[in-house]
């Protein structure tokens, strides 16, 4: 019985340490041509610091948007000119979405979009593109060498 009661408390301690808690707070929505590893739960962070949740994701079937709507802390306020961007934690790491407050001294309602956003970004495509970009330019380069620089 006292291990089951350890277990229990260190479950308890663990999932309160970790941040994993859904925020309670109002809904927010943002739409993105790419949403690239940012689930369901993924934080949502202002300066950093976590404000909300992402709490769901689905496919707008008129303009094949992604559509994301998040849970913001009912405390934090955002103006209605508040930009969203898909970040990383590190190179390969979790995506989380970046919140960058505006200055209009109006804020977002619940339910409001927000309407500047910037997706994630393909890392793999990127490097891709410059393995293969520097090894076209290489053979370019070959070639214009042996046609004596006439093209």
């Not at 309160?16 to 809904?27: C, D, V």
């Not at 934690?89 to 989380?96: H, I, N, R, S």
């Amino acid at each position: 019985a006292v291990v089951l009661v350890v277990a229990g408390v260190f479950i308890v301690f663990a999932y309160n340490t970790a941040g994993l808690k859904s925020t309670e707070g109002y809904p927010l929505i943002a739409k993105f041509d790419r949403i690239d590893g940012l689930n369901d739960g993924s934080d949502v962070r202002l300066s950093g610091i976590k404000i909300g949740t992402v709490v769901k994701q689905q496919l707008d079937p008129k303009t094949y948007l992604a559509v994301v709507t998040v849970s913001i802390e009912p405390g934090v306020k955002l103006p209605l000119d508040s930009s969203a961007q898909i970040s990383s934690e590190a190179l390969l790491g979790d995506k989380y979405l970046s919140i960058t407050p505006g200055a209009d001294d109006a804020m977002l309602k619940p339910g409001a979009e927000i309407e500047h956003t910037q997706g994630s970004v393909d890392l793999v495509s990127l490097v891709g593109r410059l393995i293969f970009g520097q090894a076209s330019q290489q053979k370019k380069d070959q070639d214009t060498t042996k046609d004596g620089g006439k093209k």
